[in-house]
């Protein structure tokens, strides 16, 4: 059995909340035993919302025991593993502590502020022999796992180009708006680009090269709108797009174009279509689960019977911020291009 904590109840912290309930109540071998916030209004239930919608905002806290401070959790709680769900700037410090504690450590995205944090985190668990893996969902959402399987199946044969967008509205209900400011949350880079930067690394591998153009709207933010090109050997054409400053009933979109030699797969208002060349298009039959369960489920299973992170190792999610931090310098020279060191 193992025993969880949960580090952050915000929005999140509740999205993965939703996900160990469900996982206890189908018999899997993990229990919530303790829950960590600063702001204990919400263990009162006392929240706010985010644009993406949380199956569940109604919780009984009453079976954990809950904390408003992350050492005392780690040195009262007999802890396998914990599920640190806080602002991007405590990532790493968090995360640390509980690796020198001996616990094992899924961490949501981004990875750390910056690479050398990122590089000490991977460091400590390589030194205290423990796992840690960063939460990059669309790793386990089932219709980026349907295109990775494309690309590295070839049944398309060679991708020719791919498009990949991610907006919605500004994230101004955070604490202190933690979203919105970057020496919190890297700004609109970190906060919501990464998913796709870490897309394009998953799929295609490190990028020779980057240009990006971008601006900020958001008081105190770093560059809320952001288009990226990415450069390859085989001349594929690669782009990647934000835009978290988009207003009215917008609410939030994800969606990419992938075009192969032999066909493409189109993701638009949550439905995947794949498109042969020569062939009726069709809507492919997915899994249900969510990318949180699934990335949940195979970190805990991966902790139970030590196997390897695979899908997504620390290492790789590195990888994906150092593509971030270029991406970064090419929009501070005004799209200026940046190889990839």
Not at 4 to 29: C, D, K, N, S, W
Not at 279 to 285: C, N, S
Not at 286 to 305: C, N, P
Request: net charge negative; charged share 25%.
């Amino acid at each position: 059995m193992l025993n969880v904590g949960l580090i952050g109840i915000g929005f999140m912290g509740r999205t993965h909340m939703t996900q160990y309930l469900r996982l206890e109540r189908e018999g899997f071998p993990l229990r919530l035993t303790s829950i960590c916030d600063v702001d204990a209004k919400k263990f009162q239930g006392i929240f706010t919302e985010g644009n993406i919608h949380n199956p569940s905002t109604q919780f009984d806290f009453s079976p954990y025991r809950l904390y408003s401070e992350v050492d005392r959790m780690l040195e009262e709680e007999r802890l396998d593993m914990v599920d640190i769900s806080l602002p991007t700037y405590l990532h790493a410090e968090v995360a640390l502590k509980a690796l020198r504690q001996g616990v094992h450590v899924l961490c949501e995205k981004p990875m750390a502020l910056t690479t050398g944090e990122g590089e000490a985190m991977i460091e400590a668990a390589r030194e205290y022999g423990k796992k840690l893996m960063i939460a990059q969902v669309l790793r386990f959402w089932p219709e980026y796992e349907y295109l990775k399987e494309t690309v590295a199946g070839g049944r398309y044969g060679k991708v020719l180009s791919a498009y990949f967008f991610r907006g919605g509205n500004p994230p101004v209900w955070t604490y202190n708006d933690w979203m919105v400011l970057e020496n919190t949350s890297g700004g609109g880079m970190l906060d919501l680009h990464i998913h796709d930067i870490d897309m394009v690394n998953w799929l295609f591998g490190i990028p020779g090269s980057v240009a990006t153009i971008a601006r900020s709207v958001l008081p105190g933010s770093a560059y809320d709108i952001i288009s990226t090109n990415y450069t390859y050997p085989d001349g594929k054409v690669v782009n990647s797009q934000i835009d978290r400053s988009l207003q009215g009933d917008f609410g939030f979109e994800m969606a990419f174009r992938v075009n192969f030699e032999g066909g493409n797969l189109v993701y638009d208002k949550r439905v995947l279509k794949d498109n042969p060349k020569d062939g009726k298009g069709f809507v492919p039959e997915l899994s249900q689960d969510s990318g949180y369960y699934r990335e949940i489920k195979y970190f805990a299973e991966a902790v139970m019977h030590d196997r390897p992170l695979d899908r997504s190792a620390p290492e790789d999610t590195l990888v994906s911020l150092r593509i971030a931090e270029a991406e970064k310098r090419s929009a501070d020279q005004e799209g200026s291009p940046v190889r990839i060191a």
